[in-house]
């Protein structure tokens, strides 16, 4: 097995010990002497596979005293660079991703009024009234506007589509489309729209929103700036995973 494989074989180990003694975000692994005894490898291999985790999300490494390998949880944001990554190489343009969303975000949104809890149905209006409040200033409009939507996500109740939704919204972001303040306005209402019908399990009127809102999104984007539509998805322009 080659260097690199062996540094992978060592992750995936990292990561299945980690599941099985149900270590959680912000403890500590094995030190590193423990973790070369246990994985029955060099140092350099170890290093590489936590070098291979830091950059899943799944491990921070510390050093000096006390530090070490810290497990964290992956987030949706290092769904979004693998996504942007295949499909830079695959030179798959924004315009995909944006049909992609098209497709599936309807279905999702059916699925979010039909398992959405009163306490997801509350922190969506928390959030929705903290977009309206911030609506004039787009860089904290966008905070409270992608918050909202993680949250829709979350509803679903399916952990794959709470990783993925967000994740085909920030591929999209990566074009740097900013909306005026005008049409900020007009999705503050859209989005009250589908809160009311995911608040009442409305799955019929929900998909339609979402529906209506993808259709009119990309007809907006296609005309405006058609160019940043139609060039390849680059990793480069994502935000790197926190």
Known sequence: MGKGKK??????????????EGLKPGDRYLSEAEALVRHGVSRATFREALRFLEFQGVVRVRAGPGGGAIVQKPQWSNLTSTFALLL?????????VMAARAMLEPSMAALAARNAT???????????????????DHARFIVAYRAFWAGVAEAT???????????????????GFVPSEDYRRS?????RDLLAALACQDESAASALVSQLDQE???RLSELYPE????TVAWIDIEPPA
């Not at 999705?187 to 989005?191: E, Y």
């Not at 940043?228 to 060039?231: F, L």
Request: glycine share 6%; aromatic share 6%; hydrophobic share 50%.
């Open 7 to 20: 540094g992978a074989r060592v992750a995936q180990e990292i990561v299945q010990t980690i599941y099985e």
């Open 88 to 96: 830079q190489f695959a030179d798959a343009p924004l315009s995909s």
């Open 118 to 136: 009163p306490p997801m149905i509350e922190r969506l209006r928390r959030d929705l009234d903290d977009a309206e409040r911030r609506v004039a």
């Open 157 to 175: 109740g399916n952990a794959l589509m709470a990783m993925l939704w967000p994740s085909l919204r920030a591929l999209v972001d990566s074009g």
């Open 187 to 191: 999705l503050i209402g859209r989005m």
């Open 217 to 219: 999104f990309a007809t």
């Open 228 to 231: 940043r539509v139609a060039r």
